[in-house]
């Protein structure tokens, strides 16, 4: 795909070949076709439809076959009739009728699509691929969430010197930080899995006006909610105009947005430590860092992360802030939009792609993180003033302050400085035997906190 405008059917390509079967015009023509077969076989059973008759076994076989057997073969039929009704849901069903014409099924044909608008096949097609993107895409996270938390346990014991505002802080370890994205990343998973993937099938503006007027015996809410949530596996909504108002979807695509936006928090931090030279990178045979210093390993993929992350984020921002708006009962700015789901999804694929390759390139370096340690000993100007106080002295933050800001400090400046205070014996202890490399906290146990 040299000739491809976007890098996600050119460059990248290969990486999202999971989705092309979730958000492409073939998908999406499957699944409309899917859902306009259901329907029929709905109505079919329904025995206050006596002119819709029951389908024997073999019909039945036969309609359900045409959904299986839809290939992307199958689906340029379907644009062949489009270029000449330029509707792309009539499209389907005067395939359809296609596809039954000639056999006993055919006396059926004006069923298809009955009482429907295009909405009604088209949200439910919509959220069908959402749930096939998510399937694709959730397990993903689940790689980079599962990724975390192993190296979370094997460094949790593993002390690091932190940083607020750039300049050296209270010490840490590496899995507590770390534990921290995961916690994070976790939360946001669950809000994407809480969110119910709602359908309408109710007719033109929502009120099953069409459906009464041929059989105003039949429970249309029953028969409708059938179809949604017990063949397709969705959650029925009433409350419509013509449209399903997509609110859920932009519950949905918030929570997928902020996912990865804790992702590029991440991304940045380990870009940073690996700058610190807290993790190295492992070498790839035949991979070039830089094209004119040969000794550079750039960290390449948390970047790329980053990129695809933001481009994935900037659509997701904007289907969530469009989707809920509409003029009236419809206007068709939805329509265009939603043809777009699938980009978020690529860019997010990609990104947690590269993610994972890095993550599988780190090394730590302890070497490094002990010697930063063991420059800092004006980190314990903390816990020293926080005993001060304990002891009643006066101005223990500013005494500490006037030792350390400013000044090299070293291990003996802090101890000559705690020898000569007047503290309990035990608590004076305590900070002799204080480093910056055990000053962590709670740090090495909050890992094992997660769930």
Not at 279 to 296: N, W, Y
């Amino acid at each position: 795909m040299i000739t491809a405008i976007s890098p996600i059917d050119g460059r990248y390509g290969s990486k999202v070949e999971e989705l092309t079967h979730c958000f492409s015009e073939y998908a999406l023509l499957r699944a409309r076709v899917k859902v306009e077969v259901l329907w029929l076989l709905a109505l079919c059973a329904e025995p206050g439809i006596p002119e819709c008759r029951p389908v024997t076994v073999e019909e039945e076989l036969l309609l359900r076959d045409i959904v299986e057997r839809f290939t992307p073969e199958e689906a340029e039929k379907v644009k062949a009739i489009e270029a000449v009704t330029n509707h792309d849901v009539k499209a389907v069903e005067y395939y359809l009728k296609q596809q039954i014409a000639d056999s006993p099924l055919e006396e059926l044909s004006e069923f298809l699509h009955f009482a429907c608008t295009s909405e009604d096949i088209n949200n439910l097609s919509h959220a069908l691929m959402l749930k096939d993107g998510l399937a694709a895409l959730t397990p993903l996270q689940g790689e980079i969430i599962a990724f975390i938390k192993r190296l979370a346990a094997e460094f949790k014991d593993v002390s690091m010197l932190a940083r607020t505002h750039g300049q050296t802080a209270s010490p840490t370890t590496i899995g507590k930080e770390l534990a921290v994205f995961a916690a994070r990343l976790q939360k946001q998973s669950a809000n994407i899995a809480a969110v119910e993937i709602l359908g309408k099938l109710n007719g033109a503006v929502g009120n099953f006006n069409a459906h009464l007027s041929a059989y105003p015996q039949v429970d249309w809410v029953a028969l409708s909610k059938g179809v949604i949530e017990t063949e397709l596996g969705l959650k029925q909504n009433l409350f419509t105009t013509q449209i399903e108002p997509h609110d859920y979807m932009a519950e949905l695509f918030d929570a997928m947005a902020r996912w990865n936006t804790i992702l590029i928090d991440l991304n940045r931090d380990l870009w940073t430590y690996i700058s610190m030279a807290y993790f190295g990178q492992k070498t790839v045979k035949g991979e070039i860092g830089s094209s004119t210093m040969p000794h550079k390993v750039n960290p390449i993929d948390f970047e790329n992360s980053e990129g695809n992350c933001g481009l994935a984020n900037a659509l997701f921002n904007h289907l969530s802030a469009k989707l809920p708006i509409s003029r009236l009962q419809r206007d068709l700015t939805d329509s265009t939009v939603l043809r777009n789901m699938g980009v978020g999804f690529g860019y997010s694929m990609i990104a947690y792609k590269s993610t994972l390759k890095g993550f599988g390139k780190l090394k730590l370096n302890q070497q490094k993180l002990a010697t930063d340690l063991d420059q800092a000993w004006e980190v314990l100007a903390e816990p020293i003033q926080t005993v001060m106080r304990k002891a009643g002295i006066e101005k223990p933050y500013e005494k500490l302050k006037e030792l350390t800001r400013g000044n090299v400090i070293d291990s003996a400046t802090i101890r000559a400085f705690v020898e000569g205070l007047e503290l309990d014996p035990e608590d004076k202890q305590r900070l002799l035997q204080m480093t910056p490399a055990s000053y962590t906290g709670l740090a090495a146990k909050i890992p094992d906190l997660l769930d």
